[in-house]
């Protein structure tokens, strides 16, 4: 029984013999239909009620005792499951549909080993149409492994066997991210659309990888390719304005969004993205508009506060700009990259204690923020806290993985509170080993190449 109306018909006649309180037959096919109708719209206790009364009239049907254990599953009981259905293949060993369950109950305890053998066994017996589904569910098995070569393996074999079976593809390059191998990615999706060129996600996914490659011009290209095939796949068009936002294009990239706007309608996040691009085109006023368009659809939208308040910092409105940044740490306090653009308006205001405060906060969360380490050590050298610098220099050094940049600010620290030789001996060594490095510190304070002594190594040791 496929067709809806039966199926609404059916569901009526049981519905009205329920509330009349009388009992009718209905036979096995049609309780399994009942119960799956129930349960592709959530409402699982109906589906029990249907259950209880078709297992009273056909207590030892298999495929009722099967959707028992389904039921189970879906309310979070999948010991009990696993076990009702271990049971269930005692009597048929080869039954797909109970190995698929258990494959699927087994992955949402995260025995994943355990699901990809039920899989596999569902696989020996599935029908052709279905078996792209099953490969592709025991890549995602691989993958909660990280056995992400694997999956690669399989989702190739899945789109071998079926090149329609498009979902692969996502998976397939989600894959290829995790093994940060772009360039393979690249050759896949451009062998499949050798194949099939008029694949709309082949494109797009092709247009992803080298965007990912830094290769803007090319990924805009595929991108268009995916939107001739559907002007309507909104996915493309996003990602185009994205690559052309990366690329500098902001022009261009507003036009994009003009486009995605009609095919949406205004999101906060697109008028955000809007408003980056005026903003990088310093048109400010038009900037300005599409954040607080932003904020009239959504007042929580801190993306909208924090173009706001990059707005009013090159506008030299530091005050302004502060109160932006505080609204977006209120609503996203976790989120490091605001609470430094705040501790930077703070160092700019000349207020060093409330900077301190939002960099230690930082740290606190994410001790290892490389950003947060040197804009507190920045924040105390600028008010020539170096003693106090040098404690805090000393112990980034033992949490970050990277001390270069560190290492540099010690070498300040230890020239401006007087330890020279100690100093000069630092900066040898790391222009030597890190001469690319240097200039961060001699932007931030380039009087210090106003000494001979630092001036002669710099251009001395210059690889």
Known sequence: MQDESEIIDLIKRYERMVEDGVSHYFDVEEFEVMIEHYLGFGSVKRAQKVLQYASSLFPESLTLQLREAQILASVGKHLKAVSRLKTLLAFEPNNEEIHLTLASVYSKISEHKLSITHFNKALITAEAEIQSEIIQD???????????????????????????????????AFCYDQVNDIKSAVIFFEEYLNEKPYSTLGWYNLGNSYHRLGSLKKAVNAYDFSIAIDETYLRAYIQKA?????????????????????????TPHTLCCIGECYERLSEFSQAEANYKKCLDIDADFSDAYVGLGVIADLQKD?????????????????????????????????????????????????????????????????????????????EGIDVVNETTNLKYQQFFSYFASGHESKALDLLDKLLLNHYDSASKIFNSFPDLLNDNRIADRYNRLKP
């Open 138 to 172: 025991i890549a995602i098995e691989h993958e909660n492994l990280g056995e992400w070569r694997k999956a690669i393996e399989l989702l190739k074999k899945c789109l071998k066997k079926d090149m329609t079976f498009e979902s692969a593809l996502f998976e397939l």
């Open 242 to 266: 994205e690559a052309l936002t990366t690329g500098e294009n902001y022009v261009e990239a507003l036009t994009v969004y003009d486009e995605i706007i009609k095919l949406e309608s205004a």
């Open 318 to 394: 530091i005050p302004l700009s502060i109160r932006y940044f505080e609204r977006a740490v209120q609503i996203e306090p976790d989120h490091a990259d605001f609470r430094i653009l705040l501790a930077t308006s703070f160092m700019k205001l000349a207020k060093p204690q409330e900077a301190e405060a939002q960099f230690s906060a930082i740290l606190d969360k994410f001790p290892k923020n490389m950003e947060a380490w040197e804009g507190r050590i920045d924040n105390l050298q600028r008010i020539d806290a170096h003693e106090a610098a040098l404690e805090v220099i000393k």
